[in-house]
C-alpha cells in the first residue's frame, strides 16, 4: 500500500520544480520521490557532541608548561601580569 504525503511549497519552490520536472519530462510527483529518495541515503547528522568526537585527543598534546592542568590559575595570572 502506497502512502500519501501533502506538502505545501512556497510559489517560487514550487514553480521551479515543476519547470525542472517539466524539462525532465517527469511529473513532479516523481523528482518530489527522487529528491527524497535520495536525501535518505545521505549519512544521518552527528548527535556527539565535538568532544567526544575528539576525546582520543584530549591530553595528547603537550604545551611546554609542567603542570598545566593543575597550576591553569597560577599559570594564567602569570602571563596576565606580564602583559601577554
Given at each position: 500500500?502506497?502512502?500519501?504525503?501533502?506538502?505545501?511549497?512556497?510559489?517560487?519552490?514550487?514553480?521551479?520544480?515543476?519547470?525542472?520536472?517539466?524539462?525532465?519530462?517527469?511529473?513532479?510527483?516523481?523528482?518530489?520521490?527522487?529528491?527524497?529518495?535520495?536525501?535518505?541515503?545521505?549519512?544521518e547528522p552527528r548527535t556527539t557532541r565535538?568532544a567526544d568526537r575528539v576525546e582520543d585527543?584530549?591530553?595528547?598534546?603537550?604545551?611546554?608548561?609542567?603542570?598545566?592542568?593543575?597550576?591553569h590559575r597560577e599559570l594564567l595570572v602569570?602571563?596576565?601580569?606580564?602583559?601577554?
Open positions: 500500500m502506497e502512502d500519501q504525503i501533502t506538502v505545501r511549497f512556497p510559489r517560487e519552490l514550487s514553480k521551479a520544480l515543476r519547470e525542472r520536472a517539466s524539462r525532465m519530462r517527469r511529473k513532479p510527483s516523481e523528482v518530489v520521490r527522487m529528491a527524497v529518495s535520495e536525501f535518505l541515503q545521505l549519512s565535538a585527543l584530549i591530553g595528547s598534546l603537550e604545551s611546554g608548561l609542567p603542570e598545566m592542568a593543575t597550576r602569570k602571563k596576565l601580569r606580564r602583559g601577554r
